[in-house]
């Protein structure tokens, strides 16, 4: 059984972590550097750093503050936010990151998927989907990807895009719920698993985590209970950030509920 993996997220702003609701209300959560020490003393399996305003502010990622975090974690480091080139993923990866997310770049010409793939491989692809429920309430779920930190509604079926996503080269999907985000109302699981379904990629469930059982439940196998996800792995935030659980406790209890975790 293939170990699922335990994420903590950081999602950056002018140099510090923050956290919101639903991708506004955005309030400080601390330090990058601090924190991504702490969860890697912790036990994560990886890190992803996110530059949540490079994209709608145009401005490049904070490289000095990746090279800061690179400096203090020993695990795969994923870096997102404002990658619109190669170039611009040449230079995540020389200040320290393992892989790279893209969201609204991809979204705007598609192909860079496949430029980035063919420099780095698959493997360094991360396709990020900002994903909200579409459609009048008791119509069939359909989810649209958002652009620009999610403020732009682009129309585009979150699932049809995952696919063409794979097909062009992201190796991995990082499957954001804005429905779900900082609510703790738990994983939007519906969704994770039509992207699951629909794809032969890892999908990285992320948005909503509240409760140990949610985190357990989202990266749960199908005939595990009605709360299921089989997500291969969980993002996790304001959980950790503000000191609600650390990353040992959440993989105590995934395992205690079923989970294959790494230790």
Known sequence: MQAKRIIPCLDVDDG???????????????????????????????LTFLDIGASYKSRA?????????????????????????VEDMRDAMNA??????VCTAALQRP????????????????????????????APPRWHAYSHGGRTDTG???????????????GEILL???????????????LTRRILDAVPAPVIASGGAGNLDQIAGVLLPPGAGEDWGNADAALVASML?????????IKKHAQSKGVCVRW
């Open 16 to 46: 510090r972590v923050v956290k919101g609701v639903k991708f506004k209300a955005i309030q400080d959560a601390g330090n990058p550097a601090e924190l991504a020490r702490r969860y890697n003393d912790q036990g994560a399996d990886e």
């Open 96 to 101: 320290g990151a393992d892989k790279v997310s």
């Open 241 to 249: 950030h503000y000191g609600k659980t650390t990353v040992g406790e």
């Open 61 to 85: 990622t904070l490289l000095e503050v990746v090279k800061q975090i690179a400096a203090e974690v020993f695990i795969p480091l994923c870096v997102g936010g404002g990658i619109r080139t």
């Open 176 to 190: 954001n719920s804005i429905d779900a985000d900082g609510t703790g109302a738990g994983y939007d699981l519906e």
């Open 111 to 138: 192909g860079l998927l496949s430029e980035m793939a063919r420099a780095y491989g698959s493997q360094c692809v991360v396709l990020s989907i900002d994903a909200a429920r579409a459609g009048p309430p008791g």
């Open 156 to 170: 585009l079926d979150a699932v049809e895009w995952a696919v063409r996503a794979v097909e062009l080269g992201a």
